[in-house]
């Protein structure tokens, strides 16, 4: 049998933010880093708390943390969406790059994170490439019968949109 060593205060922390009362469980989130600074965990809960709150740059060494840890792979995944995510919207577009370099790399069939990744490169000017990501994803993964019908047509202007397809 396992105990908690948390107490009950993750869980709790966890609920908090989920019923939108984040800056408590912000608080007693950084009351747990303060006591279990190398838990992984606890940092990548940490810094999802940071975000809600709107607080990016308070996030990211969480996020770090939590990444040089022993995450779980579901955890990991989504705190390197994070963390690409978050870096993304304070301007630090090259460190985000990396971060959703180290994540598909790791997690290469990842759609939210090729989503994201898309969103990043729209932003670094490569407009090109952010449209052909997301319609490689839109052929991918529709259930819309339409555009379903185009798929073979839409996934071929991806990998060229100047001049599309003539088959």
């Known amino acids: 049998m396992t105990t908690d060593p948390y107490g009950g205060r993750l869980a709790r922390a966890v609920r908090l933010r989920a ?6 469980a912000r608080e007693l989130l950084l009351s747990l880093r303060a006591e279990f600074p190398d838990d992984a965990v606890v940092a990548y809960q940490t810094a999802w708390a940071h975000d809600v709150l709107d607080l990016e740059a308070e996030a990211v060494p969480h996020y770090r943390a939590a990444i040089a840890g022993d995450l779980p792979e579901t955890d990991l995944r989504d705190a390197l969406l994070g963390l690409g995510s978050t870096l993304r919207a304070l301007g630090r577009d090259e460190e985000a790059a990396e971060v959703f370099g180290q994540a598909l790399a790791r997690f290469p069939a990842d759609r939210p994170l090729r989503v994201f990744r898309a969103m990043l490169r729209y932003n670094t000017g490569d ?8 319609l490689r994803l839109l052929a991918d993964t529709t259930e819309d019968p339409d555009i379903r019908r185009y798929g073979r047509a839409i996934s ?7 001049r599309g397809w003539l088959g």
Do not use: C, N
């Open 156 to 162: 071929h202007y991806a990998e060229d949109l100047d």
């Open 19 to 24: 019923d939108g009362q984040a800056e408590q």
């Open 127 to 134: 407009a090109r490439e952010a449209v052909a990501d997301l």
